[in-house]
């Protein structure tokens, strides 16, 4: 099984910014994907960000494209997304996912491991 397990989550102005960590386990974290998906309440689930297996290609969606940045560190087998310019729709329950394969996209059936998620609340 993969155990991710997210951090950084908390309560934050709007125009702040907010680091979310993922630590992964139980595979081997540098030949797989990466990706980040967030949920309001009373929403479905939505596609942030995914990083290749190197980090060499990203994606966002275009909701928070030029604002947040998706990072990983295979060394320390996390996955990490920066958020900058927050805005209260970005409040969310955001979640860690692996995906299937090195490379994917922003299809949540590309991922096959999640997170718990951990809350992000931007206030006004």
């Known amino acids: 099984q993969v155990q991710l397990v997210e951090s950084g989550g908390g309560l934050v102005q709007a125009g702040g910014s907010l680091r979310l960590s993922c630590a992964a386990s139980g595979r081997t974290f540098s030949r797989y994907a990466m990706g980040w998906f967030r949920q309001a309440l009373g929403k479905e689930r939505e596609f942030v960000a995914t990083i290749s297996w190197s980090g060499g290609s990203t994606y966002y969606a275009d909701s928070v494209k030029g604002r947040f940045t998706i990072s990983r560190d295979n060394t320390k087998n996390t996955v990490d997304l920066q958020m900058n310019s927050l805005k209260p729709e970005d409040t969310a329950v955001y979640y860690c996912?692996?995906?299937?394969?090195?490379?994917?996209?922003?299809?949540?059936?590309?991922?096959?491991?999640w997170g718990q998620g951990t809350q992000v609340t931007v206030s006004s």
């Open positions: 996912a692996s995906g299937r394969r090195m490379v994917v996209t922003g299809r949540p059936d590309e991922y096959d491991y």
